[in-house]
């Protein structure tokens, strides 16, 4: 499909983005690394979880005093292979690049390492911390769970978040194994997109509390904050299709997201107190590196993930279809596509940057102008 939005170059979005931080008082060298994280959607076409997501998830929760701006990181406990960190309610990515820095060196040293943070906020997509370790040759893996939005096998309540479980594998290959999704069948992020897009949410992804389902993106969120309606886990509705899978994936990463570091969980991830009033999230991630170094090598393990992933895009395909793909390869595409272009922005996002640059008189004119 032919891109109609306009594009902001990258350098440009990257810029204001972390003026902006700054404004609202991240100090520069956390807003460089958050902007990197919004970017980084943006690149591999996570629309949901890119610029999108700069001022209702991060700039007004800074606002409204459920995100703190400047990140104070206490290490509560630490051995040779393990981190727990308390994030304080700071910026959830400030803190997960800090852990997944000291993750990777221990594991060059003694080949795995793992970390919990607790008290923290949204982090971002789960990949940008697994590529982190695949970048330095390691095997990345990574969840967190979220505000309750995702309903049980059978149930209608909203219970658990949407909670990614994401690896990133180095390959012999121009791009890495990259498989980083919710546990849900479509995570919070994509219905807000569709809300802010104008477009319907897709039939079946959502159960009302009356076992129904809704399309209405805009009343889907409303009704979810409510506790009205849910999302579904991978699979679906009930276990025909195989939606207790799912559910079992999204409560694996429920546990060791809190479990590992004595953290909150599910309704008490809502962002409200018992009265509605408004709190901090206290969510909670947690970080493995594996390094293949300590088996039979990197090599070994580039070419042979390398080998099945050519194997799986070579099979069979089924009939009308142009190609497989594999987890990955089509972030990979993405970026090639638009490296040159810069970030697409659509109309709710533009009239964003501009009332974002014109209340803070920062010296800005972009594209779409």
């Not at 007004?60 to 292979?81: F, Q």
């Not at 409303?222 to 009205?228: F, P, S, Y």
Request: charged share 25%; proline share 5%; with cysteine.
């Amino acid at each position: 499909m032919n891109e109609t939005r306009p594009f902001v170059p990258w350098d440009m979005m990257n810029d204001f983005m972390i003026d902006v931080f700054m404004k609202y008082g991240v100090p520069k060298e956390d807003a460089e690394i958050c902007a990197d994280v919004l970017l980084e959607s943006d690149r591999r076409g996570i629309e949901s979880h890119g610029c999108n997501r700069f001022k209702p998830i991060y700039l007004d929760r800074i606002k409204n005093g459920t995100l703190l701006p400047v990140t104070k990181m206490d290490i509560v406990k630490e051995t040779e292979t393990t981190v727990v960190m308390d994030a304080n309610n700071g910026m959830g990515m400030v803190a997960s690049y800090h852990m997944m820095q000291k993750l990777i060196e221990k594991a060059k040293k003694y080949g795995m390492a793992g970390g919990t943070i607790f008290n923290s906020t949204h982090y971002g997509i789960a990949g940008y911390w697994t590529t982190m370790a695949q970048k330095a040759g390691m095997i990345g893996i990574s969840g967190t769970n979220a505000r309750p939005s995702v309903a049980p096998t059978f149930g209608v309540e909203p219970m658990m978040g949407t909670n990614p479980l994401t690896f990133t594998m180095p390959t012999d290959e121009e791009f890495p194994f990259n498989f980083d999704c919710a546990t849900s069948i479509v995570q919070n992020g994509k219905i807000e997109y569709y809300e802010r897009s104008g477009k319907e949410t897709p039939a079946g992804l959502v159960v009302t509390k009356d076992g129904g389902t809704m399309t209405d993106s805009g009343q889907i969120l409303k009704d979810m904050r409510a506790g009205d309606c849910a999302l579904l886990s991978i699979g679906g509705l009930g276990e025909a299709t195989g939606g207790y899978k799912g559910y079992g994936f999204t409560t694996i990463v429920e546990i060791l997201s809190a479990a590992l570091a004595g953290g909150p969980f599910m309704k008490d991830l809502s962002g409200v107190d018992a009265n509605g009033n408004k709190q901090m999230y206290h969510l909670g991630h947690f970080f493995f590196v594996i390094n293949p170094e300590f088996f039979m090598g990197l090599d070994t393990f580039e070419q042979t993930a390398g080998n099945i992933l050519r194997g799986l895009r070579n099979s069979r395909k089924a009939p009308g279809e142009e190609r497989i793909y594999t987890a990955g390869e089509k972030e990979w595409i993405a970026w090639n596509e638009r490296k040159d272009k810069g970030v697409p922005v659509g109309e709710s996002i533009q009239k964003e940057l501009i009332a974002l640059r014109d209340e803070f008189g920062l010296d800005y004119r972009f594209p779409f102008e």
